[in-house]
């Protein structure tokens, strides 16, 4: 199994964010019912943790606490002002129970 475990599904909360850190990097894992996804944890644009944003369920979004900008949980791209720039996306998956995040970016095709 490639990547890193970061933890039991249980511990991540359901339609939440927990940050997780996988060598240096600092790492948003959402879940939303039994799917998770992993972002840069750090805004593009002011450098706060998005983990302690607001996960929006339905638009399969992440919100920053600061500014309100949103970033999609897929792509990393910004939907909302004032952000301009996207954040890291990573593969996250679960395994046995468990989350397993790869560090490496993932290629995002339009």
Known sequence: M???DVGALEQFPVNGVRKVTVG???I??????DDVYALADT???????LSEGEVWCDEL???????GSAFSLTTGEPSTLPATQPVAVYTARVVDGRVVVDVEPQEVTS
Do not use: M, Y
Request: with cysteine; hydrophobic share 35%; glycine share 4%.
């Open 2 to 4: 490639s990547g890193t």
């Open 24 to 26: 240096s990097v600092d």
């Open 28 to 33: 948003a894992v959402v879940r939303i019912a």
């Open 43 to 49: 805004c593009s644009h002011a450098q706060v943790s």
């Open 61 to 67: 979004e992440l919100e920053c606490p600061k500014h």
